[in-house]
Structure formats: C-alpha cells, structure tokens
C-alpha cells in the first residue's frame, strides 16, 4: 500500500501542495484533503499514515505519535491566517462571549493563552462553525483562522483585528508553531523506508516552495478574488522551518497550554530517525 499523507484544506498548505505536485511526489502516495481537526482524528484512528495536524493534538496523542524533524506550519511575528477580530479591546472581554471556530484546536488554545496570559482577560468561550457575521451575532469576539481569516485581514472592518501569530511574538519572542508533521508510532516502526521517502519528499517541496513563491502566487490568484500582491504576503509571513527556535515556540506554547489548563501533561519532542 501506498502512504496515505494528510493535506490541510488550506491556503497555508498550498505553497507544499504545489511543490507535491511539480516533483511528482503525488503519483507515490494517497493523499486525503482535510481539515486540522479531522487530519488528526484520521491520524490517530489509523486512517493515515502521516499527516500536518495542529501542534496541540499531537501533544495529546504523543505516545502514539513522532514528529518528522523538519517541517511544520510556523510563523515568526504575523501569520495573517490567525485573527481575532472584536468590538472592544481583548482586555476589556473578561466574561464576555468570545467565539471560537471549529476548525483548528491548536488556535483555539493560543487565543486562549493570550487572553488569559497577556491581556489578562477571562471570557465565555463558544465553539462554533466559521463565519464572521454569524460568530459576532453571538459573540464580542471571533476567532477565525485559516482562509476566512486571511479574507477579513485584508477586508475593511469596523472590528479591531489582533493577528494572534503577532501577538504570540509579542508575548513571547519565538515563533509560533501551529502545525507539524506526524507519522503513526507503528507506521514509522513497520515501514521505516516509506516514512523515510514521505519525510524526503516533504523536504523536497519545501525546497522548491522557496525558490517558486511568484509562481505560487500566481497559480493561486487563478482560483481566489485576491490580486498576486495578496498572496505572495501571506506566503511570506509563512514559515515551514522546524529548527531550534522553532522547537522552543513549541515547547512554550504547550508549557502555556498546560499552565492554563488546556493540557494534562507537556509531552517530550520525539522526533523520526530518518536519515
């Protein structure tokens, strides 16, 4: 059987989606569109292989789980994809309604670290299906992340917007890392060289993605209401990286997530032994 990869429904995802598919890596693997959350669910119930799932699900599923070494979904200062847009400023929310969208868990905690560790500010929280208009009907505040995020970051508004990749910097000086790369503990046991062949080809889009963002920004204002400009700044806020510093972010943030008690236990970095 082939490897069946995971891929994020997601303008973020498209750069390494592109890069998949101009090295050809496609024709070697089953790939299985997704959102965050169902990516990791499928992940751990064993209908993947591998797959990019939001950083905190891994963290609680880590026994079950190894991380490829190299790559993940990151931004260091603003991410535009990550978005709080409110009536009021944050710090004025404590017991008001906050509207989360379903779609992402590890977002869910980074607004719920940053209201409560940075602008000191206890809300409701709400958990609802994205869509600005209908979230602020309910609520003072909306969380959206991923393409209705990037849609209201460049739309004008009367809501204050708060890029909560920005804000994580400011809070903590690392980057933000809201995505990484897993593979099943038993997969990557029994099938050391496809794991090996996944983690390679990855790296090898991620290679091409940098050295081709105008075209990339290009293919994809073909398919969207968004000039070239629009999207060659959202890939470039983008990072893919997984080095030290980006390791560090994510050890912050699932220190944070478990001092607020969104996590039982911060969980050891493993990480894949391919070569």
């Known amino acids: 059987m082939r490897p069946r990869l995971g891929h994020i429904q997601f303008l973020n995802c498209l750069p390494l989606y592109y890069g998949l598919v101009k090295t050809d890596v496609l024709l070697d693997v089953d790939l299985v569109k997704a959102a965050p959350k169902d990516l990791s669910e499928m992940l751990v119930g064993g ?37 709080l847009l409110a009536n009021e400023p944050p710090e004025r929310l404590g017991g008001r309604c906050v509207a989360l969208t379903d779609t992402s868990r590890t977002s869910q905690v980074l607004a719920r670290i940053l209201f409560e560790r940075y602008w000191g500010a206890t809300p409701e929280y ?8 209908s979230m602020m009907r309910e609520a003072e505040a909306a969380l959206l992340i991923g393409d209705d995020a990037l849609r209201a970051y460049h739309q004008p508004t009367d809501l204050l917007k708060y890029d909560l ?20 503990r038993e997969f990557a046991e029994r099938s050391p060289g496809e794991l ?19 075209a990339i920004s290009e293919y994809a204002a073909r398919w969207e ?51």
């Open 47 to 83: 209908e993947l292989d591998v797959a990019p799932i939001p950083s905190i699900e891994y963290a609680r599923h880590a026994e079950d789980l190894v991380l490829l070494p190299d790559i993940s979904i990151s931004s260091d200062g603003e991410v535009q994809s990550i978005l």
């Open 126 to 133: 709400t958990e609802m299906p994205s869509g600005l208009a």
């Open 165 to 184: 990749g920005q804000m994580w910097d400011d809070y903590a000086g690392l980057p933000m890392v809201y995505a990484v790369w897993a593979a099943r």
């Open 196 to 214: 090996e062949r996944v983690d390679w080809a990855l790296n090898q889009s991620n290679r091409y993605t940098h050295e081709h963002l105008e």
């Open 225 to 275: 209401p968004f000039p070239v400009t629009f999207f060659r700044s959202y890939f470039d806020a983008l990072r893919f990286d997984f080095g030290s510093r980006y390791r560090d972010g994510l050890g912050r943030y699932l220190e944070e997530a478990h001092a607020i008690g969104q996590l039982q236990r911060v969980p050891e970095l493993t990480f894949t032994t391919v070569a």
